[in-house]
């Protein structure tokens, strides 16, 4: 099965356009995924190799989609997507300075914990602009099923995987990304056949305008 962003990619590319399509929970999968590959590092958390190696090619992958969006942006978004990257730079390397000279022990995973599920949950949240577009033109154009469904999967088994090793961290709100997923399926299923409201939407840039605010 084809990988859902590589479908999007592929939509941006060969239009040489990022369209109303939002980099925000891409460049937010990369934040998640570094911060949970740091708090993933034995010196953090012990035995935790699966969430090293799954969470450090998630960022290799997500970084190629991020690079792809600021060579076809516009250069206002550019500018909006680079500012996105300095903010996530300066959360990472807060997050490594601090765990590193001011946390040990299990202050240094709670520290790294927290701030890991704080940008879980972001990450799981920044499609919430999306779905209300999906809302508001009754077209689920910009939010394609089988990133949906992925996300729905992915943030399932992180679920059940966080309860077996009785990981509040890697539970918690992988279980809210979960929910949400679930959200945007039930949309996709009730919007899938529907178009957007007029056409006049798409002229008078309201359309553009909505898919802006979530940058």
Known sequence: MTHPNRITMKRI?????TGDFSCIPYAMTVLNCLLYTWYGLPFV???NILIITVNGVGATIESVYVLIFIVYASKKEKVRILGILAFMLSVIVTDALVSLYAAHGKDRKLLCGVVGTIFCVVMYGSPLSIMRMVMKTKSVEYMPFYLSLFGFTCS????????????PFVYVANGLGSALGMMQLILYAIYRNGEVESKKAMHDGS???????SM
């Open 13 to 17: 590319i060969k239009s040489k356009s």
């Open 45 to 47: 958390t012990p035995n």
């Open 156 to 167: 399932t088994l992180w679920f059940f995987y966080g309860l077996l090793g009785n990981d």
């Open 207 to 213: 359309l553009f305008e909505t898919g802006r605010e």
